[in-house]
């Protein structure tokens, strides 16, 4: 038990919470917990969800990693989502009227997930106000996502999308100078596009003096030029 609730400690619907609160509450409720790590021999091609299934559950990863992922009928498949130790998933789902994923999960390295009914997750927010305070965060955070996804949907062109990014990036580092969080490799799947095409955009874009990059460090050279783009 010990050692689920240092776990658990980690996942932002139970924020606030003191180890004997969180220890109450885990008692107090129906889990269940699916342990990919027993088949750690083909783990990556573990399946947690797929696209179509019924969602009745709030998922909660404990150890391990999992893949969001869309599975086109051209075979092209793209990493929507990586959710590590502390991530939650099936929140939204399973409490809309149309409950079925969206997408497909796998477990990209070994995993174990904590799963809590729709039932106990309406009496665990009851119970604990702190808990439900956590939860409407998650959702309106979730909806500022879908946002986002949906601003970046908008844009037709390849440097339309990398503008917004940096654009969106500069606005949480504050400074022209900056770190990209994520590789490139990852940079293209969130845009949905190739790598050798975005690379290809940002060497443009580099001889076009809007920006200056090194690896992960970019600087963006023309802030002006780069907010027009997006006009």
């Given at each position: ?186 940079l293209a ?13 940002l060497v ?20 002006s030029g ?6």
């Open positions: 038990m010990d050692n689920l609730v240092n776990n658990l400690k980690h996942c932002i619907l139970f924020k606030g919470l003191t180890s004997l609160e969180l220890q109450n509450l885990i008692i107090s409720i129906n889990y269940s917990i699916s342990d990919n790590s027993k088949n750690s021999d083909d783990y990556h091609t573990s399946i947690v969800a797929l696209e179509g299934d019924i969602c009745d559950s709030l998922g909660i990863v404990i150890e391990g990693e999992l893949e969001v992922q869309k599975h086109y009928a051209s075979g092209k498949i793209v990493t929507l989502a990586k959710l590590n130790k502390g991530k939650i998933f099936g929140e939204a789902i399973a409490f809309s009227e149309t409950n079925i994923y969206p997408a497909t999960i796998i477990s990209s390295i070994c995993s174990t997930i904590l799963y809590i009914s729709k039932k106990d997750v309406i009496s665990m927010c009851s119970s604990y106000p702190i808990v439900l305070n956590n939860f409407m965060q998650l959702l309106s955070s979730k909806i500022l996502l879908l946002n986002r996804k949906i601003k970046e949907l908008s844009f037709e062109t390849l440097r339309q999308k990398i503008s917004n990014y940096l654009l969106s990036q500069y606005e949480v580092q504050k400074n022209l100078d900056l770190v990209l969080p994520i590789s490139r490799k990852n799947e969130h845009l949905g596009v190739q790598r050798p095409s975005l690379s290809r955009e443009n874009m580099k001889n076009d003096g809007l920006i200056d990059f090194n690896k992960n460090l970019f600087q963006i050279k023309d802030l780069i907010e027009d783009i997006l006009i």
